[in-house]
Nanobody
Framework: QVQLVESGGDLVQPGGSLRLSCTAS????????MSWYRQAPEKERELVAD???????NYAPSVKGRFTISRDNAKNTVYLQMNTLKPEDTAIYYC?????????WGQGTQVTVSP
């Protein structure tokens, strides 16, 4: 079955950096778009970034220039490098893929940006 496992969330000070990882299994990873979403308290889940099989990337305006999404198909892993973090980046970050019209989600990893 499809599994997505995120890691790398932490408490970090404003201006700091983190790298999130999502390791996938149960499907042909290289075939599919991989995405990162986030959900802050009392807010809707929002798309942060995604990357296609040809490594075309797309970013939310709020993170463009600060975050970088990448993938390693040999390791079935997608990454989110987050630089110049701000308190408003605080959220649970989820890995996502969509296969035959069905969304699959990881369990999420908490990122907290605070002095």
């Amino acid at each position: 079955q499809v599994q997505l496992v995120e890691s790398g969330g932490d408490l970090v000070q404003p201006g700091g950096s983190l790298r999130l990882s999502c390791t996938a299994s149960g499907f042909i990873f290289s075939f599919y778009v991989m995405s990162w979403y986030r959900q802050a308290p009392e807010k809707e889940r929002e798309l942060v970034a995604d990357i296609t099989r040809s490594e075309t990337t797309n970013y939310a305006p709020s993170v463009k220039g600060r975050f970088t999404i990448s993938r390693d198909n040999a390791k079935n892993t997608v990454y989110l490098q987050m630089n110049t973090l701000k308190p408003e980046d605080t959220a649970i970050y989820y890995c996502n893929t969509r296969i035959y019209g069905r969304n699959y989600w990881g369990q999420g990893t908490q990122v907290t940006v605070s002095p």
